[in-house]
């Protein structure tokens, strides 16, 4: 079941970053990567335990293109509203929350803006397609050397049994042993 829910989050972003229109996306924690301090926590409880949020923490778990709107605030509210009054019925995740995460990505440029426990804070956060992709892929993957867009496609080659680092130093020790060394001339004493 994850893999499959692995595989509709790496839609999501895939979505949410090639669209051809400003569009927004919701983020929520995955319950696989958080601390405990992370989940339903205000920006303030973070920041006393030495925390921020965290994009590698996140899935993305819907996206729309960005309605029209004239204040940035108005449309964080409204969005709040609706994910929790009158979702949309292909969302997936939970009434949006303290923790959560609102990306909105404006001609190619992505702000995001943490649901605190009063509004909406802007992050610092910077959300790259190809790290993000990166992330949600290695969170599944069985093979790390096939990071190209599908979840679990092989599993990774057997690396031939090589001698470790310290195995092939001492056998180089041992065979510079048996090799004479080269003479050294002799200083001309004037």
């Known amino acids: 079941m994850k893999a499959n829910l692995s595989h509709v989050y790496q839609e999501q972003a ?8 400003d569009s927004y996306a919701i983020m929520q924690l995955d319950s696989s990567k958080v601390t405990p301090f992370e989940p339903f ?14 994009a590698e923490h996140y899935n993305i778990v819907y996206t729309d293109a960005l309605p029209m709107f004239q204040n940035i605030h108005v449309f964080l509210e409204n969005t709040y509203s609706k994910f929790n009054m009158d979702r949309p019925e292909d969302f997936k995740g939970h009434s949006l929350s303290v923790s ?9 440029v992505v702000s995001c803006y943490y649901c605190d426990s009063v509004g909406f804070q802007k992050l610092d956060m910077v959300l790259e397609p190809q790290n993000y992709l990166k992330a949600a892929e290695m969170s599944m993957e069985d093979d ?10 092989g599993k990774a ?13 001492k056998e180089k020790a041992e065979a510079c042993k ?10 001309k004493e004037r």
């Open 100 to 108: 959560d995460i609102v990306a909105i990505r404006q001609a190619g």
């Open 157 to 169: 080659p057997q690396l031939e049994d090589t001698p470790s680092m310290l195995v092939q130093l």
């Open 144 to 153: 790390y050397s096939m990071l190209d867009g599908v979840i679990n496609n």
């Open 14 to 21: 895939e979505r949410f970053f090639g669209s051809q229109v």
């Open 178 to 187: 048996d090799t004479p060394s080269p003479k050294k001339p002799k200083s």
């Open 41 to 54: 926590s205000s920006l303030r409880l973070l920041e006393k335990y030495g925390l921020k949020p965290n």
